[in-house]
């Protein structure tokens, strides 16, 4: 395995809950996420893709099977900083303002607050929402939202940014522009990604393209097949 390899799975299972109650959510999953990587898993709902996200990121641990962050370290070094989530629901926090919302990750870095305020509303403006930079999160879309959730996730410049349904909220034609600023802002940072969707027209954005059913993952996926 490559050392430069930021996650690497070897048959990774995932089942919730016990006896009659069971659910098996991840079946045998081998990958790997190398630096650069652009990746859209792509599947229908209940497929296992928030499952699979969690436990790249670290917030899940899996029932068997191993899962590693070669190029990072252990578990405890992927948060704050080298690894981000973009959260399937509403995940910004409702007393602050969007930009505080934004600006959190680079404060906890240790950054001041006038240069963590500049850099998040330079990050809201990518994502076509610096307009909404001081309103407060029951003050916006759930579609604004969705990009702040985004923004937040890149703005502390991390290695690889896992965005689970990022456009749930957004028509066709806005979700594949987002995701294109996404991608472009991803090239200036340097980081890789994995975004989960279930929108065709969003997974067509990815050179690369993961399908997920019923739990099982398929890593080589002709173009066309999807
Ligand atoms: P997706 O993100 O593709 O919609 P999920 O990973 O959320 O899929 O869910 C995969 C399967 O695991 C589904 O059958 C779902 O109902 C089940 N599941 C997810 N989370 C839990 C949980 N905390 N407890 C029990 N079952 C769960
Ligand atoms: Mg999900």
């Not at 081998?30 to 229908?44: E, K, M, N, Q, Y």
């Not at 990009?147 to 990022?166: F, H, M």
């Not at 909220?169 to 996404?182: F, K, R, S």
């Not at 890789?192 to 739990?215: E, K, M, N, Q, Y």
């Amino acid at each position: 395995m490559s050392p430069e390899a930021l996650v690497h799975a070897a048959s990774l299972r995932k089942v919730y809950g016990a006896g009659d109650a069971a659910v098996t959510a991840l079946v045998d999953a081998t990958f790997t996420v190398s630096r650069g990587d652009r990746i859209a898993l792509v599947g229908p709902s209940g497929s296992g893709k928030s499952t699979l996200l969690h436990l790249m990121a670290g917030l899940d641990i899996p029932s068997e099977g191993t899962i590693e962050w070669p190029a990072i370290g252990p578990i405890t070094a992927l948060r704050p900083g080298p690894v981000s989530f973009a959260f399937q629901g509403p995940s910004l926090l409702p007393p602050l303002t969007v930009v505080e919302n934004v600006a959190l990750p680079l404060l906890l870095a240790g950054e001041g607050e006038a240069a963590a305020a500049s850099a998040a509303r330079e990050m809201l403006m990518r994502f076509d929402i610096g307009n909404i930079a001081d309103r407060l999160p029951e003050e916006i879309s759930g579609g604004q939202s969705q990009r702040a959730g985004l923004a937040r996730a890149i703005v502390g410049r991390p290695r690889l940014v896992l965005a689970d349904e990022p456009t749930g909220q957004l028509d066709h034609e806005t979700a594949a522009l987002v995701m294109a600023g996404l991608l472009a802002t991803l090239d200036d940072v340097g980081a890789a990604t994995v975004v989960a969707t279930h929108d065709l027209s969003v997974a067509a954005v990815f050179p690369v393209r993961w399908t997920i059913s019923v739990g099982t993952l398929t890593t080589e996926v002709a173009p066309s097949l999807v």
